[in-house]
Nanobody, 123 residues
Framework: DVQLQASGGGLVQTGGSLRLSCSAS????????IGWFRQAPGKEREGVSC???????YYADSVEGRFTMSSDNAKNTVYLQMNSLKPEDTAVYYC?????????????????WGQGTQVTVSS
């Protein structure tokens, strides 16, 4: 079965950094698009960063230049390095997979979801 597990969240101060991990199993990792999404209380879940099956990477304008996706295919793991964190980044962060490997970073097309990990940035 396809399984995804996000981890690495925590409490940091403004300007701090965190690295989130998404561990995947049960599918051919490189054939899927992998995305990071986040949801703050009272807000819709939104795409943060996604990488397509062919390697095209997208970053939301709000995180461009601060967040970076990377992967370790041998470990079936995707990372989200988050630097220069702001209180506005506070949310539950989810990793997800799209089995078609497309490049639309939207919750509408992602098929598989892991449990979220809480990121809290204090002001």
């Amino acid at each position: 079965d396809v399984q995804l597990q996000a981890s690495g969240g925590g409490l940091v101060q403004t300007g701090g950094s965190l690295r989130l991990s998404c561990s995947a199993s049960g599918f051919t990792f490189t054939d899927y698009s992998i995305g990071w999404f986040r949801q703050a209380p009272g807000k819709e879940r939104e795409g943060v960063s996604c990488v397509s099956g062919i390697g095209d990477t997208y970053y939301a304008d709000s995180v461009e230049g601060r967040f970076t996706m990377s992967s370790d295919n041998a470990k079936n793991t995707v990372y989200l390095q988050m630097n220069s964190l702001k209180p506005e980044d506070t949310a539950v962060y989810y990793c997800a997979a799209d089995h078609y490997g497309g490049n639309w970073c939207s919750i509408l097309v992602y098929d598989y979801w892991g449990q979220g990990t809480q990121v809290t940035v204090s002001s």
